[in-house]
């Protein structure tokens, strides 16, 4: 696992769920250590080069089998946000996007207790989580973890982080916060998903997106 952010705090990355089962999953980087190989070394460069993207993620890179590269927004404008619920834990949709067998991804994805946020693929490529090639070459794709008829997963660090997250990407791209733009995947056309499901709190979400501190917003890649 490579950290988007050089120095975040051994309490702050226990605290999460999700990155215990990175590190179960033996993908936990010794980030704190000093590297010494040069191999190392680059990697701990491309981390810090990356500490400009906002809101703080964690890179948990999808296999290269689970999407498309691209140049975006060159090659293909971003235009939407598209709003996913997991169906799975963060733990298990993090080993499906990594398996190159299951040919799905997601550029980022919001965990339910705490509100970590993992990028699975950068936001200049193509992701693919809409199910229909040509929104997921417009798009952002935000997973969060949950099911759509668990309402108690959708918490309060869960809807603040994602807005966050989801300010910084239209700000990113000149996207427009509202209901037009950020859409539900069951909105994508030929969508056979149902999520997020009618228990999202879109009034919610889409206030907190609008009112969200972005701070500074420089693209990750
Ligand atoms: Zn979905």
Known sequence: MEL??????????????AYLGAAALGLAAAATA?????????????ARRA???YPPTHWIPASTSNYTVATRPTQYPVEFVVVHVTQETFQDAMK????????VSSHYMVASA??????????KDVAWH????????????????????RPEYFTDAMYASSARLTAAVCDRYGIPKDRKHII??????????????????????IALVNTATAGPVRPYA
């Not at 499906?96 to 040919?103: D, H, L, R, T």
């Not at 539900?184 to 979400?205: F, I, N, Q």
């Open 4 to 17: 988007q952010r050089p120095t975040p705090s051994r309490r702050t990355l226990l605290r999460s769920g």
């Open 34 to 46: 000093a590297p010494a190989h040069a191999s190392d070394r680059r990697a701990a460069g491309t």
């Open 51 to 53: 500490a400009v993207a």
């Open 96 to 103: 499906i996007f990594q398996n190159p067998a299951k040919k």
């Open 114 to 123: 705490d509100g970590y946020v993992g990028q699975f693929v950068r936001e």
């Open 130 to 149: 809409a199910g229909n090639w040509d929104y997921n070459t417009r798009s952002i794709g935000i997973e969060h973890e949950g099911w759509v008829d």
């Open 184 to 205: 539900a995947h069951s909105e994508v056309p030929k969508a056979t998903h149902t999520d997020p499901g009618p228990l999202w709190d879109w009034d919610r979400y």
